[in-house]
């Protein structure tokens, strides 16, 4: 071990970075054998000068018939990213990644997610460039959203991607990659931000790949919630969508094309009656939130369908023609969609009446004025 620590260290002092590479190679028998030596030689590297020397014994530890003290692992792999030289992980990426593949599954073992997010953030800075997405991403984003914290994933979810990170050693492959839109998508729709979230799950369900994942399933049933949430109604897929997603992703989902075709009929009872009856799948698929805010959604469009047809309403006769519980409910929900602009209406609470009106916008535009004067 010695003698690998004393090697490594003339050929990163001399920064004959692709030797050491070389070096490492031939000398993981070495590593292997002197299990319980790696952490004491890990103290002789300098951690930014002798980066690949910390990498190749970190990485070592993989391989190990046990992993040892987690808590251990985790601190050095902390110490690593903080420390580290970009220039030299570019030479050894896939060790790289892998440890921060372990690393990520620690922490969501441990359930702690939190304490891993500024580590990858770093992390994925280091792995590649501005425009390029690698696996490190999917981490990033798996924890954000396990932590419930979710702003540090934006940088790298707003960023326009150009191309994927080469990573070597078969680290990103498709599942990586749909897992980072899946991830992302959650994210975006955990915001509200529904015409992102739609597109990060368009780009999980019709990535190309041989068969289909459960992580793909989920994201076309996310797919589907999200779709009725922004546009009323399911979103189309692309034509260059595998037929098998077609052939199996619509059957493993039939109880969200039942929910949308009771919102397509804008039918509350229908839709309630659905939820009702698949309330366990939905729940086992964490959806349940998602699947509420669609039928709050169905009850806002039915509400907005009547101010296209009636002037003058009681809260009463509302809550009734939308089968909303009470004339309260019906309130909320008015209030609510006044200060969102999606409706613009009048309330008189004392004689339980709402008087609707029409955008106030429609009257200010150049538009409306060459109307006037034609």
Do not use: W
């Not at 390029?132 to 540090?152: E, F, N, Y």
């Amino acid at each position: 071990m010695d003698e690998f620590v004393g090697q490594l260290r003339r050929l990163c002092d001399d920064k004959k970075y692709a030797d050491a590479v070389e070096y490492i190679k031939t000398s993981q028998h070495v590593l292997l054998k002197n299990g319980s030596q790696v952490d004491a030689a890990l103290e002789s590297f300098d951690p930014h000068k002798h980066t690949l020397g910390v990498l190749s014994l970190i990485y070592a530890k993989l391989f190990f018939p046990s992993l040892g003290d987690a808590r251990l692992f985790v601190s050095q792999v902390e110490g690593m990213v903080n420390t580290c030289d970009a220039h030299q992980v570019g030479y050894v990426r896939d060790m790289y990644v892998a440890i921060i593949h372990k690393f990520t599954s620690i922490l969501m073992e441990q359930k702690k997610p939190m304490a891993g997010i500024p580590v990858l953030v770093l992390a994925s800075g280091k792995v590649g460039g501005e425009h390029q997405l690698s696996s490190v991403h999917a981490d990033l984003c798996q924890l954000c959203l396990s932590a419930k914290c979710v702003k540090p994933a934006l940088p790298f979810l707003d960023t326009e991607i150009r191309e994927l990170c080469d990573e070597g050693g078969g680290h990103f492959g498709v599942k990586e990659f749909v897992s980072y839109y899946y991830y992302g998508g959650m994210i975006y729709t955990s915001l509200k931000q529904y015409e992102r979230a739609l597109f990060f799950f368009e780009v999980a369900i019709t990535t190309p790949a041989t068969g289909i994942s459960a992580v793909m399933l989920e994201a076309y049933k996310k797919h589907l919630l999200v779709s009725l949430l922004l546009e009323g109604k399911p979103a189309g897929l692309p034509k260059y969508t595998s037929q098998v997603v077609f052939r199996y992703l619509r059957p493993l989902s039939q109880p969200y094309h039942e929910l949308a075709g009771a919102f397509g009929k804008h039918s509350t009872d229908e839709m309630t009656s659905v939820i009702t009856k698949h309330q366990t799948v939905f729940s086992r698929d964490d959806n349940a939130g998602l699947v509420k805010q669609c039928l709050s959604a169905l009850y806002r469009n039915n509400i907005l369908r009547l101010t296209k047809t009636f002037m003058t309403l009681s809260l009463a006769d509302i809550a009734a023609r939308v089968k909303l519980g009470s004339a309260g409910e019906a309130e909320e929900y008015l209030l609510q969609m006044i200060e969102d602009n999606k409706i613009f209406a009048t309330i008189d609470k004392v004689a339980g009446m709402v008087r609707f009106h029409d955008n106030p916008e429609r009257y200010n535009d150049m538009r409306f004025a060459r109307e006037l004067d034609s």
